[in-house]
């Protein structure tokens, strides 16, 4: 396609879908930035993902005029003149000379340049779908945010460390005065290098905090964040005795130390955790373990050995509903024939005694591993009416309350509202669901897009990305840290049969929050990238 198609055609694709959509009214960093232009899929994830490997060109996002239609024919430079006068205008966009430049807006000042780092190709078939999530997240934030001076470079890092540092490279070279991504921990210390050796700022997705600082910021769920924010909760709520299943993963190393840390901060003592492998098969044993029983099944024995030795002429029962056979009470201690044991309701199959050492436990994981390690704790008779199950923000799922053993537990996460509206749109954008994961992309993408209207000594400045105040977008309040990591707002959210309900609602301001950074364990180097994606094994 010649350059003066392709020039055509991106500008009449955005202006027909703005007659075919209509408008709608965005919420986006800090307040409503007004009508914006929601693409469909018009431009094919197929497409956008050539443009990003072969660099011939970037995309261009265009906001159309918000009256009127397509412009009649004839040449997109002369319609875009003829529409200046209103202040949501933009000219069209004009592809320079060499075929491999960026496009710019003729008649204008230069965009800002926005790098944007995403493994649009990798031999996982689960990183590709992520990175192709986030690269339409932030196409998606670009056209409801409506800042048509801003130019979005997206580079292919393979997920790969190497690819990483060339995709940062070629985007710097290209004019971009920030970089969004990338994803894995290892990628992002390598295009930090780059980044920082060229003062160039990065917001990062990685959730190892040991890769940000100078320059570099992370705009990701830190598992110990969510951490503190379910422990806190429950202990103002007055659990002050807790368990914990760990997984065995570099996620599952994090949430335990910062569990053990948060917990012996304000008081609590955690009595029994263990880790487990992530296969569901695996986990009986390290839940029996904390289910603690063992010992509560010996206390059974002993109990029932006691009750029957003080009823003279009877030997223990097997503790079914026979006529011939006297019934153990665990509830009373009491031995029981069989017609007053069913006459009381008394369940004859329970096989411990006594409750366990805690009062909640912590199940840090999330998809089906969730639900096959959840209902193992009922199984050896751990009681979630009495025992209070807690989750980490990998919990994020409507669809939990089919588990019952999870119904009535509680989890750290953004608040649902912004995020379901998130999820819709962008749904009705490219056709799929969107992974949780990629409002981080929307919403770095919309910060960056929000920033670039400032002056460019300012706008991507360390005072300005560490605004103690914070923003908020799609996931609630955020703000980067000393540190370079992001400190969110987050709500406390409890398992419904049918869905999840808000018990404490996220703050939406930073005010009466403490520092976070001080309630950290310090951060450990090393790890894997897979901290990065702890859903994807589900």
Known sequence: MREADTVRTLNCLAQFNEQMVGKEIIEGFRGIWGSAVLLRQFLSVAWLRAIALTGTLAILLVACAESGGPSGPGDPRQRASDRRGSDRDLPAPVALGDGHSILHMEGKKEPVRIGLLLPL??????????????LNAAQLALFEIGNGSVLLIPKDTHGTPQGAEEAARAAISEGAEVLIGPLFSSSVRRAGAVARASNVPMIAFSTDRTVAGDGVYLLSFLPEQEVKRITDFAMSEGYFAFAALVPMSAYGD???????????????????????PRIAEEMFAPAKTVAEYDRRQRALKSKRDDAFEDQEGLT?????????????????????????????????????????SYQAVLLPEGGTLLRSLAPLLPYF???????????????????????????????????????????????????????RIASIAFDATALASALARLPKRDRF?????????????IDGIFRFLPDGSAERGLAILQVQKDGVEVISPAPTTFQKIEPLIDSYPPAVPGGDDSADLPEYGS
């Open 254 to 276: 994090r949430v335990r130390r910062s569990f053990e840390h948060r917990v012996s901060q304000n008081g609590g003592v955690v009595t029994v955790m263990e880790n487990y």
């Open 381 to 435: 008779d751990v009681d979630p009416r009495e025992v209070k199950f807690l989750g980490t923000g990998l919990w994020d799922d409507p669809t939990l309350g089919k588990e019952p053993s999870l119904v009535g537990g509680w989890y750290a996460a953004p608040a649902p509202k912004l995020r379901a509206a998130f999820a819709q749109r962008y749904e009705s954008a490219f056709g799929e669901s969107a992974p």
């Open 121 to 134: 190709t990798h031999n996982q078939q689960d990183v590709q779908r992520v990175g192709t999530a986030l």
């Open 461 to 473: 400045a360390s005072e300005t990305l560490s605004n103690p105040n914070g923003f908020s977008g």
């Open 316 to 356: 223990p029962g097997d503790n079914d509903d026979t006529e011939t056979s006297m019934v153990f009470d665990p509830n009373t201690g009491e031995v029981l024939t069989a017609e007053e044991a069913r006459a009381r309701g008394v369940v004859t199959g329970q096989q411990t005694w006594g409750g366990v």
